[in-house]
């Protein structure tokens, strides 16, 4: 074992461990279960950390297309049959090395092929670490909108190997930082403060929480899409040219408003979520131009988390909730508010 922060995703018999550290990616082989014979390692071409990933049994790579669009039953149905081509049985594991896409994918794959067979994660994004790859939510898009299909699913254990941070795109940093702005208004902890490997293991262990609490988001697990709602719907209306963390950023910028017009929060409430978002964690908070606000709404009303009109997870009194039945009203009314992107060149990388 290399020198690593442990941190356990809290399921009873299925609790299971995050490695977070330098390294770390030589410590898949101590997450496979037991008994596995093979495993395919499901991948994008060029990631950084494949070729040091030994899962300790026989293994083929497997490469998915990069992008949103792949993100699709398509890809899952390719998978699955080359699942079957190289003989993965219900006893063996997949192994997911890459960035949210690929854990999604990766661990969708798994929880449908045989009706479920073991996946393992090596997170080798920022926004992999701390948010995709744990708490076993797996799926795809439709061209109706985001993860609209997909699994509860968890991983026999994750890999968040930092080393792989050191070559991430800019873009894709950012992308991080936006799942980690969300945490700060969750706990109020200021996480820039801490070192990079405590930093990203806090973040772990704030979701683990949460998810350990609900782990099928009957209720408290909704939190963990704070700023999610509008995300989603700036991704779809995009044609996702918005990134998932970018979007997660301005979504929750959105929430703020949208709070305040409810009478939730204050003033100086919206203008902390503008100054963590914008100024600590220099991200934009500013919807693009040129989109419609009537789709913007068609689309939120899509979202899963609506069962009784528009549904949307909220600061408040008592910290961080879902709230439904949003009137559009309102909705509509947080949107004139939000700033507006002057340059569509800010979003690249
Ligand atoms: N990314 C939200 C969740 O895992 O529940």
């Known amino acids: 074992m290399n020198a690593s922060i442990c941190v356990q995703v809290p399921l009873a018999d299925r609790t299971y461990d995050v490695l977070v550290g330098h390294g770390t990616v030589n410590d898949v082989a101590s997450l496979v279960p037991r008994g596995v014979r093979r495993a395919a390692v499901v991948t994008q071409a060029g990631n950084p950390l494949v070729r040091r990933v030994d899962p300790g049994v026989p293994f083929e790579v497997l490469e998915i297309p990069d992008g949103e669009h792949h993100k699709t039953m398509a890809t899952v149905e390719d998978l699955c049959r080359q699942f079957v081509r190289i003989g993965l049985t219900r006893a063996d594991c997949v192994i997911g090395v890459g960035g949210g896409l690929v854990t999604d994918v990766a661990g969708f794959s798994a929880a449908v092929y045989h009706r479920g067979i073991a996946v393992v994660h090596v997170a080798t994004t920022l926004l992999a670490m701390v948010d995709a790859a744990i708490g076993g939510k797996t799926g795809v898009n439709l061209a109706e909108g985001k993860n609209l299909v997909g699994a509860f699913w968890q991983p026999s254990g ?36 801490l070192p990079l490997p405590e930093r990203v293991a806090r973040c772990v262990a704030i979701k683990a929480e949460v998810v350990g609490s609900d782990e099928r988001e009957g209720g408290r697990r909704a939190i963990l899409n704070y700023g999610h709602t509008l995300a989603h719907a700036l991704e779809t209306a995009t044609d996702h040219s918005l990134a998932h963390g970018e979007a997660v950023a301005i979504g929750l910028a959105y929430a703020a408003r949208l709070a305040h017009e409810l009478g939730r929060i204050d003033e100086a409430r919206v203008a902390e979520h503008d100054r963590v978002i914008t100024g600590a964690y220099e991200l934009g908070n500013a919807l693009p131009v040129g989109l419609d606000d009537a789709l913007l709404i068609d689309l939120m009303g899509r979202d899963k988390k609506v069962v009784d009109g528009l549904t949307f997870v909220l600061d408040g009194p008592e910290g961080v909730q879902t709230v439904s039945a949003v009137p559009e009203s309102a909705a509509l009314a947080a949107l004139a508010r939000m700033p507006r992107m002057a340059d569509r060149g800010k979003m690249q990388p």
């Open 158 to 193: 994750v890999v968040c190997d930092l080393d792989a941070l050191a070559t991430l795109p800019p873009r894709e940093t950012r992308c991080g930082l936006g799942e980690m702005a969300k945490y700060h208004f969750l706990t109020g902890d200021d996480l820039l403060a």
